[in-house]
């Protein structure tokens, strides 16, 4: 909300608490594979609008590329996931 209508300096601040909550959370749920790699998205994606955000921010919109390498890691740790953990083709026996 922060970012929407441009309050900077709380919509930093809110980053650190933010993220720090997100990767508790992770650490907690490391045990279960799906739970772990399904919150690591989670953290990369906060990470990653963070970024972007502090981009606009105060670079001139100049972080977008930082942001989609940590989008893109979400998505590897989903792709993970579905792709070599649990894939949707094997068959549950």
Same mark, same amino acid.
């Given at each position: 909300?922060?970012?929407?209508?441009?309050?900077?300096t709380l919509g930093?601040?809110?980053?650190a608490p933010t993220?720090?909550?997100?990767?508790?959370? /992770? %650490?907690?749920?490391? $045990?279960?594979?799906?739970?772990?790699?399904?919150?690591?998205?989670?953290?990369?994606?906060? @990470? !990653?609008?963070? /970024? %972007?955000?502090?981009? $606009?921010?105060?670079?001139?919109?100049?972080?977008?590329?930082?942001?989609?390498?940590?989008? @893109? !890691?979400?998505?590897?740790?989903?792709?993970?996931?579905?792709?070599?953990?649990?894939?949707?083709?094997?068959?549950?026996?």
């Open positions: 909300m922060c970012w929407v209508t441009g309050f900077k930093t601040i809110m980053i993220i720090v909550i997100a990767v508790v959370i /992770t %650490w907690k749920s490391r $045990e279960v594979v799906a739970e772990l790699c399904h919150n690591l998205a989670v953290v990369f994606w906060i @990470s !990653a609008n963070s /970024t %972007w955000m502090i981009g $606009e921010f105060f670079y001139n919109d100049t972080t977008r590329p930082y942001a989609i390498a940590f989008f @893109s !890691a979400g998505f590897i740790s989903l792709g993970y996931y579905y792709i070599v953990r649990a894939p949707f083709w094997r068959t549950k026996t």
